[in-house]
């Protein structure tokens, strides 16, 4: 059994500042650490589970946070940014089930730890097929692509109940339980190992009751930026249309095609941000 994880780190443990998770911040080299541990803690699971291989995907920010020199010898790390596929480089049809760790709500979820979608300040929302979305939708319709099931979600107790809309009946593990966007209830890493890891494991015994996360329809992602200089930039590209003045989409019938297209918009969109108005 082969298993895929997209490792964020917003949702890991005790994360409840931006300073905890941006490179060269106080917090950052504690944070990066108890981002391992549960990386680590979700690898232990997948092998007490079944596993025979783990491979992990660095997903947060620059995708270089994850401690290699701490990292369970038994799984290797995809590690650095352009990636083509973002938070989910390195899935494809040989795995058998995929594990989010250290995710979080989508923008302007209640009370969500961190809660954004994919970017910070620049992004207000992201629709797919006029719903709104965050990364756990987005990157699980990537696994669906290559039939893959998301079976195990672990962060804060909001996304939990994102993950468990978006997908059903997903192995959780709630590591602390949002007050406002970096405030929580946090529970010690010793605690939050435990749940992680047993969370995997089940995912795995479990893993004939989770179906791939499919779209098998025409697909149109929105992005509404915040400003409408971002909203400008995308539009150099053929295929993209403005919506409004801060609104750009994108519409193809395969999934990949158009989650390539929106992440190139985001990133073009993202230099068009202006540090003091957005």
Same mark, same amino acid.
């Given at each position: 059994m082969k298993v895929f994880i997209s490792a964020d780190m917003e949702g890991a443990t005790g994360v409840t500042n931006m300073l905890d998770v941006v490179e060269g911040k106080p917090g950052y080299e504690r944070f990066r650490k108890m981002m391992t541990g549960d990386v680590n803690a979700a690898v232990a699971g997948a092998f007490e589970g079944g596993a025979k291989e783990v491979l992990v995907n660095d997903s947060h920010?620059?995708? !270089?946070? #994850?401690l290699l020199e701490e990292l369970d010898p038994r799984s290797s790390l995809f590690s650095g940014s352009n990636k083509p596929l973002c938070m989910m480089q390195g899935?494809?049809?040989? +795995? %058998?089930? #995929?594990f989010f760790v250290g995710y979080h709500a989508m923008a302007g979820t209640r009370e969500a730890v961190g809660n954004h979608t994919l970017l910070g300040r620049e992004i207000i929302n992201v629709r797919l097929n006029g719903q709104l979305v965050g990364e756990t939708e987005l990157n699980a319709a990537i696994a669906g692509y290559y039939d893959v099931p998301v079976v195990m979600v672990a962060g804060d107790d909001k996304v939990a109940r994102e993950a468990g809309a978006v @997908? =059903?009946?997903? *192995?959780?593990?709630? #590591? /602390?339980? =949002?007050? %406002?966007?970096?405030?929580? /209830?946090?529970?010690?890493? $010793? *605690?939050? =190992? !435990?749940?992680? !890891? *047993?969370?995997?494991?089940?995912? @795995?015994? !479990? @893993?004939k009751d989770f179906k791939p996360f499919q779209i098998d329809? $025409?697909? /149109?992602?929105?992005?509404? +930026?915040?400003?409408?200089? *971002?909203?400008? @930039?995308?539009t150099l590209f053929p295929n993209v249309v403005r919506e409004d003045s801060r609104t750009v989409s994108v519409t193809d019938t395969d999934y990949i095609r158009v989650f390539k297209a929106f992440l190139g918009c985001l990133l073009l969109g993202w230099t068009g941000s202006d540090e003091m108005y957005g």
């Open positions: 920010y620059t995708m !270089r946070n #994850v899935i494809d049809r040989t +795995f %058998d089930a #995929v @997908l =059903g009946d997903v *192995e959780t593990a709630v #590591v /602390k339980e =949002g007050i %406002d966007r970096w405030t929580a /209830k946090c529970y010690p890493p $010793q *605690e939050t =190992g !435990r749940r992680i !890891r *047993e969370a995997a494991e089940n995912a @795995l015994k !479990r @893993l329809r $025409q697909i /149109k992602l929105e992005i509404e +930026f915040m400003s409408t200089s *971002e909203a400008s @930039l995308p």
